[in-house]
T-cell receptor
Framework: GAVVSQHPSRVICKSGTSVKIECRSL??????MFWYRQFPKQSLMLMAT?????????EQGVEKDKFLINHASLTLSTLTVTSAHPEDSSFYIC????????????FGEGSWLTVV | GNSVTQMEGPVTLSEEAFLTINCTYT??????LFWYVQYPGEGLQLLLK?????DKGSNKGFEATYRKETTSFHLEKGSVQVSDSAVYFC???????????????FGQGTILTVHP
């Protein structure tokens, strides 16, 4: 079946560095992908909508210059956490509804980011 | 806007007990409703879904019925197992087929622990 692959699954980085997380649809095209963030023992909060070929749409309160999103193709979206700080440590997860398929939404496996 | 409210947890049950996790929602437009499960340290897995009123989603012994009149989508299972211990999220999306489809609003999550 359809799969969304997210990489890396775990990453540790130093404060001040940047980290890139990839979200890839393996056997379907996704015009739109979504990035969520989950703090420990909390729910998922939508960060931004990634749109293929255009700028991402960020939710209120999410710094677009800090969380750079690039949707370069119909199968790949990337989230780059720039100048990471310990408070950016979190679980990041992407989702993708296949283009043209309603009521179907696939999630990646998620990425654990720890900033030290 | 859209919102999802889940019953407060955590929920602790003995094996073979009956499970109900309440979920109510408010939505702009006609929502599709989902239950996702998250096992410790993992991403989200779709448990079941329903896309129109009176639809019943079911999977692995879990069921939920889309009740438009009460704006609810309660999750039930007749006999839980230890392996069902996880966090359960109720979620919705609106604008099926539209550009914002797939943008999920999540409930706060309910931690379920099942003891032998």
């Amino acid at each position: 079946g359809a799969v969304v692959s997210q990489h890396p699954s775990r990453v540790i980085c130093k404060s001040g560095t940047s980290v890139k997380i990839e979200c890839r649809s393996l056997d379907f095209q996704a015009t739109t992908m979504f990035w969520y963030r989950q703090f420990p023992k909390q729910s998922l909060m939508l960060m931004a909508t990634s749109n293929e070929g255009s700028k991402a749409t960020y939710e209120q309160g999410v710094e677009k210059d800090k969380f750079l999103i690039n949707h370069a193709s119909l199968t790949l979206s990337t989230l780059t956490v720039t100048s990471a700080h310990p408070e950016d440590s979190s679980f990041y997860i992407c989702s993708a509804p296949p283009t043209g398929a309603v009521n179907t939404i696939y999630f990646g496996e998620g990425s654990w980011l720890t900033v030290v | 806007g859209n919102s999802v409210t889940q019953m407060e947890g955590p929920v602790t049950l003995s094996e073979e007990a009956f499970l109900t996790i309440n979920c109510t929602y408010t939505a702009t437009g006609y929502p599709s409703l989902f239950w996702y499960v998250q096992y410790p340290g993992e991403g989200l897995q779709l448990l079941l879904k329903a896309t129109k009123a009176d639809d019943k989603g079911s999977n692995k012994g879990f069921e939920a019925t889309y009740r438009k009149e009460t704006t609810s989508f309660h999750l039930e299972k007749g006999s839980v197992q230890v392996s069902d211990s996880a966090v359960y999220f109720c979620a919705l999306t609106t604008n099926a087929g539209g550009t914002s489809y797939g943008k999920l609003t999540f409930g706060q999550g309910t931690i379920l622990t099942v003891h032998p």
